[in-house]
């Protein structure tokens, strides 16, 4: 594996090398992506895919500095990861490349005069784990339920930690799907909930579309970029699928 590098990635390449493991411009969500991002960049977002010649593809990290970011938190004066996987094919994993993703993260926010660098991770789905941030010198500053941490590297003892926003939930009647570009697996998702919630429960969902950094900040849910809401409760905070969806409602429903 070799013939691995890690690239920047812009509007100019980014159809030779996808995003978020999307890259035909067909698929819904891709070209969802590529609007968000043309307003990103200018906002000093970044992303580095780890690229093989032979298996194209095989990782990525997304980050921004934390004025800017898509969570809610209070993250100013760190660059902040948005997202970071690595593998597709097995043989990626283990071997090194998320932290060399990492310290391409850490040497931008060093150049860029920033005190550190931020990730929400969780034990759930649709985030990383805390474990490799912890192996690389970040430490757990903050958390909240059911299972988000808020982990910071900081370069200067002294820097301030960042700070979870725990924003009110203004939302206590039906059925509220809170939702962003940001993450390309929701566009698809998202139309079919709406559907399936109006076809099996005869609710008609109010899906609300995050268009700037500040209202994702303002995010009831610590994921930011999505969540469910039914008569005021979080039901799913990160991306689900419609069959998870129907097993929600039918326990609720119960």
Request: proline share 5%.
């Amino acid at each position: 594996m070799n013939d691995t590098a890690i690239i920047d990635t812009t509007m100019e390449n980014i159809h030779q090398h996808g995003v978020c493991g999307y890259k035909n411009p067909k698929k819904e969500g891709f070209p969802e992506k590529l609007e968000w991002l043309k307003n990103r960049f200018s906002e000093g977002l970044k992303i580095k895919t780890l690229f093989s010649e032979q298996d194209g593809t095989q990782g990525m990290i997304e980050y921004i500095p934390g004025s800017h970011c898509w969570r809610p938190v209070d993250a100013g004066d760190t660059m902040f990861i948005h997202c970071i996987f690595v593998g597709f094919k097995k043989i990626y994993k283990n071997k090194g490349y998320a932290t060399q993703l990492l310290a391409e993260c850490e040497k931008d926010a060093q150049q860029q005069k920033l005190q550190g660098v931020a990730v929400v991770t969780r034990k759930g789905s649709f985030m990383a784990g805390s474990e490799l941030f912890l192996k690389n010198g970040f430490a757990i500053v903050d958390a909240i339920e059911p299972d988000f941490e808020l982990l910071v590297k900081k370069f200067s003892p002294g820097a301030p930690d960042p700070k979870f926003k725990r924003n009110p939930n203004r939302y206590t009647k039906g059925l509220t799907i809170i939702r962003a570009d940001q993450c390309p697996y929701t566009v698809k998702n998202v139309k079919e909930i709406c559907a399936t919630a109006e076809s099996q429960y005869k609710i008609k969902a109010n899906v609300v579309d995050l268009k700037s950094h500040q209202e994702a900040q303002n995010s009831p849910s610590p994921f930011g970029t999505f969540c469910i809401i039914y008569n005021g409760t979080i039901v799913a905070d990160s991306p689900i699928s419609n069959g998870r969806f129907v097993n929600i409602m039918e326990k609720l429903r119960a």
